[in-house]
Structures are given as C-alpha cells and as structure tokens.
C-alpha cells in the first residue's frame, strides 16, 4: 500500500516522501478541509458536486485554494500512475491553511494552503452491502458546523471506534433523541413507504450519495420526508440504511440490538440499491 | 525562529528537519492533544498541573502514551539547547495517535504516538497587561468536550480571527447567551467584590491559570462564585479579565465596543496581577 503515489504541492510523488511540517495548521488546528472522491473503473463518480462542496468547506473556513479546475487532471493522472484506471477507487483530497509559526490568527494571505491528494483502491465486503450492518447510537457532541468538510474529525473518530467497541459497524450520531447521521455515511429511514433522513442545515454534512439517493426517490416516485428519525422510533421502523461515498447503499439490520423490522434489508433499500447501480452504470 | 531545536519521537533535532506523515492522524484526525507550559527563567510553572492535566486528555482519548515521566528532562533539555534557560518561554507539547493508514477507527496498539515537543521564547506586550485590550463574543459552537485539550482548535482559530477582523484582541465564546470562556484563556468577572467565573465542566478546559486565581482568591479572602456571566450583564459589570499561560491576568476594558466599568483595569484585577507576580516570584 505504502508505495503509492500521491500528490502533495505540486508535486507527484511517493507517499513516503511527503512529509508535513509540525507548523501545519491542518496538524496543529485541524484547521483544513477534505473530500473523498469515488472513481468507478477510472470514471469519476458525482466530481462536480464533490467540487462544489470542497469550494464550499474552502470558502466557509477563508482557505486561499482557488485553483481547484486543476484537481481532475491531478486525479486522473494519480489514478494512472496508480494504476487504479480500471478498478473501483476512492481519492482522498486534504487542503489545510498551509505552514506557518504557531498562533491561532489566520497566517498572512501570501502564505500558500498544503494540498495533498492520495487515491486507494477499494476493498468493498460485498457481503455487507448483501446483508447489511449493525449500528448503534453515540452522542452527537459535535461542532455546530457539520455542514463544513473539515479534518476536524475526532468527535467521528471517537464515536466510530465506540461503535466498534460496542460489537456494531458503525456508530449513528444522535443529538437530542434523534439520529442526525452517522459517524462518516447520512441515513435513511422508511416508513410506510416514505423515505425519511434529516433535514439539510448545520447539524450534518450536505452528503453527495444523499443527493443521489434523493435524486433516485424523484425517479422512483418514492416520497423523501426531511425529518429527524427519533431514536425511540427505531422499533418501530420498516427499514434503515445508510449512504456514502464508500457504503454507497447500505442496509442497516440492527440499531442498539434492536432488529429493524425483520432483520433483512427491505424491498424499498433493495429498489435504491438496484437504482444506484444502474446510475453507476450509465456514467 | 525557525532554527529551533524541537524533540520528536525519541530525538532532538533542528524544527526543519522535522516531518510529520501525511498519515499521521493529527494531520487526518485532529486525533490528539496538546500542553503549553510556560517557564520564567528555566523555571517550569505549574508542571505538575499541566501534566496532569495532558495525563487526562490522553485517557480521555485512549491515547497510548504513558511515559509522561520522560517530559521534564526533555524540556529542561531543549530549553538549555535553545538558549531560553534565562529568559521568558512557553514549550508546546503536542501528543497524536499516531501513524496509520487512513481510518476513523484507532490503529492497533503497537502503533507509537507521535510525539513533538518545542519551545520558543515569549515576547509580551507589557502595555497589553497594563492598559488592558478588547474583547468581541464569537458564538461557542465548540463540540461537547472542551475539558479535553485536543488539536481540533479550528472553531478556536475561526473565532480568534473574528475578533481580530473586528479589530478586537481576542474573542469571548458565548454559549446561550453567556460567556463560556475565551479563544484560549478563561474569562472572569468582578461584580460587588466578587469574582464571577464560568463552572468547571464540559464546555471549558481546566485551565492551570484558572486554578491559580482560584488558589490566590482564597489567600486574599475573595468570593469567587462559579457561575456564568451572560454577555446581557457586560454592561453592568465592575471588572472583567482573561486568565492563561501566556497572557497571565490580562484586564479586559471592552467587550462588543461596549465599556467596561471606566475603560481601566479594576482594583481587584490589579490586586490579582500583584498577587500572581508574588506566586510566580515565589518559584
């Protein structure tokens, strides 16, 4: 895995080569900002809206990127050299506010941001999308900016690892008795035949594969309801799933050891993940 | 500056030397933590506190760094080796877990932290402490846990620069309408002789200096109610200061361009400036 080639500040190079400075601001502060880019087979999965978002997290933390026209062509030659053209893929981007003695004040405008892209082939457990996973719940103490990208990651890293502790895949976030996402994927609910998932705002990342499923809804003629899912409405929900870059579609069988419904992936979550994969396919 | 001899994983080197991984999950994660401890003329200040405080922050974390024995003499040491024996330094301590491939779950336990530690010398403003400087409030939308002192300081580093752009020097987080504490000190209020200052708990660091005022309110017989000051009250305040490691007792003449008291340092900041200036002169 080590010897891959990536991307770091114009340069193409081994990932063993790049080293980041203690006085980075993405080392000291977090203070950066990332996407997960899916390539299909070498194609490139949702690059507009994922660029989008990353203009967005770019702009909302006042990080001096600009050129971010030139990242296809920077990811499509890691993909090469990589040589990940013609498997399944994901390329990680980190963008920080750059090197800089230490202080909290924002470094001068002249001080140029870190860039640092790397892409891994993916391992997806088929079986896990077949089956479905466990989740269960872990307090969402997060910042009130989660509609911003960042590597500010640790409350997700904290959770994820509790869930894994706990015996389950993934750990769903829930702030005041209902569930906002989870600790890296949105999540979807349905109930009697309608899908419900979180309204969009400051209190979860707006998720590309989110958008997708939405998408998919209007196709299928399936009604989305943004609204919270309680976490005591778990039991009594027909089915759960959750979306990602990675997961794509996922069925969720077990909340806290509480079944959903019977245990298996529902007709609706089967429908979408049909859909997916037709979208998939088409690019 | 930059030819600072820094310790890192087990070696003193030159800072430039220095190279953090790409894969370092203080780089992805903000997964660790941090100490800043100050030294007047190679005196450590408050040692103990402050590693029993970093002590904490790595359990909080399941960190797996216990040689926290070996931290003195590295600091002695790199305090000799940068010539700042005789002079004003703070030394940064920063504690990550860590190395790994990317993945919000924790690497094995046989992966090392990483380990970096680096002092500079301090240059104050000695008018800052006497005349006192401004404060705006900045929104606390910090994550739940601020009593553990980790790198994920990006909602500090964003409020800091607010204040800053508003021209003030600091920035004072107000949580539901009351004053949490500051961007990187604690805040206190004087009202009818009283000290006011925010309850210990979740939603502020134990700061050292804080324990310190504590600790000289008691000698000098002084109320100290822990209790929140709402932003509302400013106007009515007597006194109002900020308290940490490197700004000591700083007295605060302004919040939101609103006056405090006759725009001087109070009576009993001063007393408390006397007070600390005694305490440090006692090391």
Known sequence: MEDRIAYFNGRFMSIDKIRISPNDRGFLFADGVYEVIRSYKGKLFMYNEHIDRLKYSLSE????????????????????????????????????????????????????PTVYIVPKPIQLDEQTIIKGIKAVSVEDVRWGRCDIKTVALLPNALAHQQAIEQGADIGLFTKDGNITEGTHVSVFGVKNGSLITYPAGKHILPSITRKVVKQLCEELNLELIEKAISLDSISDIDELFVVGTTPEITPVISVNDIIIANGKPGNITLMLQKAFNRFVGEL
Request: charged letters at 25%; a positive charge.
């Open 61 to 112: 933390l006042k990080i001096n990127f600009h050129n971010t026209a030139s990242l296809k062509g920077i990811i499509l030659e890691l993909l090469r050299r990589n040589k990940l053209e013609n498997v399944d893929a994901t390329t990680y981007i980190q963008i920080t506010r750059g090197e800089y003695e230490r202080m909290l004040k924002f470094p001068p405008a002249d001080v140029p």
